[in-house]
């Protein structure tokens, strides 16, 4: 709360106004942009975005761990700093993400894993055994924000999604001032450009439901954010965080792997809140089972519910990932499936924990 004060004091509210920041309208859109009405939601979900609002409107679901480290980024901010970041938003919390999308291989200096680089890929490694998918294919890598010292790369990215329908369209010229602009400004902010909050996410991506044929050729991808490594270190889960987070994405590729990621309920909403709790219960059977991590739930479920909170209370927004109390249940169901394993070191094919979790569902939607 003090923290969107300072905010205001340091921007002035007729500008967040201007901005469309202190609208409710605007705090409820992590729904299909205006450019692309056929989008059901974006390529890639960017909580950061949220929870930048978050600080700035605070509502009554506020209050998650992400929501209190983006307050402190925010408040490390210099005055020009924040004013650009409300300026250029989402050239700022897009480009890395969509970076790593349309260019990041994993043989790619540019992507290569440095935060936690061992333990992602030991998990990693692991998870490929753990499932029986064919996982062969993801290439898994970094996003970092030094991108954004860089007007071509910036430029690259911001046109190939315009030409995705990811963001309104952009005229070259308009494209290449937004580009110079941002890499001019980062290169004169010192380690501005490392802010957690440019590659505060992870994520997994497969193009094969796609239908626009750039999307459709990108290989399977496992995408880590020097951010969310440094915002798990910075709230003390550094050693348990970013391998559940690497599980629940994993988890998104064994959905995708199995067809099962598009079955589920035809409304965007219902069918995120499936594929992410459907994400949870897996990342929570991998954490506790012995062939896993054998962690205690509890430590799991903390990992789990700390950040992918967003959207909480944004029931209709096709980002929706269901409550932190549906969220803690799909993750108790999982971990109890793997807690009552015979033998121990039996793991679940993957099909068959899906229709156990099927099965379940209504359950961890319903707390009955
Ligand atoms: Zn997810």
């Known amino acids: 709360m003090t923290r969107s004060i300072r905010l205001l004091v340091a921007l002035g509210a007729a500008m967040l106004l201007a901005l469309g920041l202190l609208s409710p309208v605007a705090t409820a859109t992590a729904a299909p ?18 929870a930048v609002r978050q600080a ?11 929501d209190g480290y983006v307050d402190g980024l925010l408040s490390d901010m210099t005055t020009e700093q924040l004013t650009f970041l409300f300026a250029h938003l989402d050239t700022l919390l897009d480009v890395p993400t969509y970076d790593a999308l349309f260019f990041g291989t994993t043989g ?3 992507y290569a894993l440095e935060s936690h680089a061992h333990q992602l890929q030991n998990t990693f ?14 290439q898994l890598m970094a996003m970092h924000g030094d991108v954004l010292l860089d007007a071509d790369r910036i ?12 963001i309104a369209p952009m005229t070259p010229a308009q494209i290449e001032l937004e580009a110079q602009t941002v890499a001019d400004f980062m290169q004169t902010q010192g380690d501005f450009y490392d802010n957690p909050l440019w590659t505060l996410n992870a994520y997994a991506f497969s193009g094969e439901d796609e239908t626009d044929p750039v999307l459709a050729a990108l290989p399977d991808k496992l995408v880590f954010g020097d951010g969310i490594l440094a915002a798990y270190d910075a709230i003390g889960l550094g050693d348990v965080g970013p391998r559940v987070i690497m599980a629940h994405e994993f988890a998104h590729h064994v959905q995708f792997e199995l067809g099962v990621f598009d079955t589920g309920p035809t409304d965007p909403a219902e069918a995120t809140r499936r594929t992410e709790l459907m994400a949870d219960a897996m990342a929570a059977y991998y954490g506790v089972h012995k062939k896993g ?20 209370c944004q029931f209709a927004s096709p980002g ?17 499936l793997a807690a009552a394993a015979k033998p121990r070191s039996y793991v679940l094919p993957a099909a068959t924990f899906i229709e156990l979790f099927e099965d379940a569902l209504p359950g961890i939607i319903s707390g009955s």
């Open 108 to 110: 790619d200096p540019d």
């Open 125 to 138: 490694r692991d998870l490929r055994r753990f499932w029986d998918i064919e996982s062969a294919d993801i």
């Open 293 to 312: 991590l054998a962690l205690n739930q509890k430590r799991v479920t903390d990992a789990l519910l700390s950040f992918y909170t967003v959207g909480d």
């Open 155 to 166: 430029a690259a990215t911001l046109t190939a999604m315009v030409e995705a329908g990811e």
């Open 56 to 66: 700035v409107a605070p509502s009554e679901c506020a209050g998650t761990l992400l």
């Open 33 to 50: 942009k205006a450019s692309a009405p056929t989008a059901q939601r974006d390529l890639v979900e960017i909580p950061a975005k949220a």
């Open 320 to 336: 929706h990932h269901g409550t932190p109390l549906q969220r803690e249940r799909a993750a108790a169901w999982g971990a109890e």
